[in-house]
Every structure is written in C-alpha cells, then in structure tokens.
C-alpha cells in the first residue's frame, strides 16, 4: 500500500508542474517582456509553448511507457523538465525561450 500511494504521489507530480508554470508565467511576463522585447504574439508564444510541447509528449508517453516502464519515463521526464528550466533560465533570445519551455511542456506531458 505504500508504495501505490508513493507511486501515485510521484505521478500526480506532472499535473502540480504543470499548474505551476501556468500560475508562474503571467507573473513573470512582466520582467520577460521588456527583457526580450516580446510583442503579444511573442508574449503569447511563451505562454502557449508549454501547452504544445505537453500535447506532443502526453502523445508519445504510452509508448515510451510500455516500452520502458512508467519508473524510467517518470525518471527521464524529471531529467527533460530539468534541462528545460535550465534553458529557460539561461535563454538569451526569445526563440532559446520558446525552445526551451516547449522542452518543458514535452517533461510536464510525459509525466503526466
């Protein structure tokens, strides 16, 4: 029984980052914004990237699951979403940005 509800708790981590990084990024839209010189449609590409990029990687999931066991993708995904948050500290252009939080949005997707 503890290990089912460690398991689930380790899971439902991929939901808690993905509601993170929604809630974070209106804020910091203020200070990237005049950083980067985004327009709208750039301001939106930022916030829409992680979305696209957790559709991509909610779609391959199942089969990187079953061929490498949930253990492993949660593991992997963790490693993913750690070099997209590197990425998205370190981004020196607005595209190393969108990049960046896509590679996050592919960890938030997998681990979902």
Request: proline fraction near 2%.
């Given at each position: 029984?503890?290990?089912?509800?460690?398991?689930?708790?380790?899971?439902?981590?991929?939901?808690?980052?993905?509601?993170?990084?929604?809630?974070?990024?209106a804020?910091?839209?203020?200070?990237?914004?005049?950083?980067?010189?985004?327009?709208?449609?750039?301001?939106?590409?930022?916030?829409?990237?992680?979305?696209?990029?957790?559709?991509?990687?909610?779609a391959?999931?199942?089969?990187?699951?079953?061929?490498?066991?949930?253990?492993?993708?949660?593991?992997?995904?963790?490693?993913?979403?750690?070099?997209?948050?590197?990425?998205?500290?370190a981004?020196?252009?607005?595209?190393?940005?969108?990049?960046?939080?896509?590679?996050?949005?592919?960890?938030?997707?997998?681990?979902?």
């Amino acid at each position: 029984m503890r290990n089912v509800i460690l398991t689930a708790a380790i899971a439902g981590l991929g939901g808690l980052l993905f509601g993170y990084d929604t809630g974070v990024i209106a804020s910091a839209l203020l200070f990237i914004e005049p950083d980067f010189g985004l327009s709208s449609f750039g301001s939106g590409l930022v916030v829409a990237a992680v979305p696209i990029g957790a559709v991509a990687g909610a779609a391959g999931a199942g089969r990187l699951s079953d061929r490498y066991g949930r253990r492993l993708l949660i593991i992997g995904s963790a490693v993913v979403f750690i070099v997209g948050a590197l990425g998205s500290a370190a981004a020196d252009s607005e595209a190393v940005l969108v990049v960046s939080r896509v590679v996050v949005g592919i960890a938030i997707g997998l681990a979902s």
